[in-house]
């Protein structure tokens, strides 16, 4: 595991997967995944600052995700307290100008993934999506 600062990320740090055409590494327990195509300088900065943020968001990730229609589908009418202690760790796809928060192994529900889009360094929060 990589414990880095803001900002401090390299693109050598990550392995790089041809199979799946993206770069991938942990930092501070959280796994990161750019695809080939977005893999640039600002890409890491922006990985960056989104790690760095991430533990200061959850509370905000919650909330939104105890407002979303498909999560009280469901799950019912359930609090952001709740949600908070569930989520665990995401995998976090970085894209261009966003990505996308992928929680594998929360404890809300059996055999769902849920992802969270979002735009910029965790600024804003604008779709949930149920695999499973």
Same mark, same amino acid.
Request: charged share 25%; glycine share 8%; net charge negative.
């Given at each position: 595991?990589?414990?880095?600062?803001?900002?401090?990320?390299?693109?050598n740090d990550f392995?790089?997967?041809?199979?799946?055409?993206?770069?991938?590494?942990?930092?501070?327990?959280?796994?990161?995944?750019?695809?080939?195509?977005?893999?640039?300088?600002?890409?890491?900065?922006?990985?960056?600052?989104?790690?760095?943020?991430?533990?200061?968001?959850?509370?905000?990730?919650?909330?939104? =995700? /105890?407002?979303?229609?498909?999560?009280?589908?469901? *799950?019912?009418? $359930?609090?952001?307290?709740? &949600?908070? #202690?569930?989520?665990?760790?995401?995998?976090?796809?970085?894209?261009?100008?966003?990505?996308? =928060? /992928?929680?594998?192994?929360?404890?809300?529900?059996? *055999?769902?993934? $849920?992802?969270?889009?979002? &735009?910029? #360094?965790?600024?804003?929060?604008?779709?949930?999506?149920?695999?499973?």
């Open positions: 595991m990589i414990v880095r600062k803001e900002n401090d990320m390299n693109k392995t790089h997967y041809e199979d799946s055409r993206t770069f991938e590494a942990i930092f501070s327990g959280i796994e990161v995944s750019i695809g080939e195509e977005h893999m640039s300088d600002d890409v890491l900065a922006l990985a960056g600052k989104i790690v760095s943020k991430y533990p200061k968001k959850v509370a905000a990730i919650s909330r939104y =995700l /105890s407002q979303d229609r498909y999560i009280r589908a469901h *799950y019912g009418n $359930i609090g952001a307290k709740e &949600i908070s #202690a569930k989520l665990h760790e995401p995998i976090i796809r970085i894209f261009e100008y966003g990505g996308m =928060l /992928s929680y594998c192994n929360h404890e809300l529900g059996a *055999y769902h993934i $849920i992802d969270v889009d979002f &735009i910029g #360094a965790l600024d804003e929060f604008y779709r949930v999506n149920i695999d499973g």
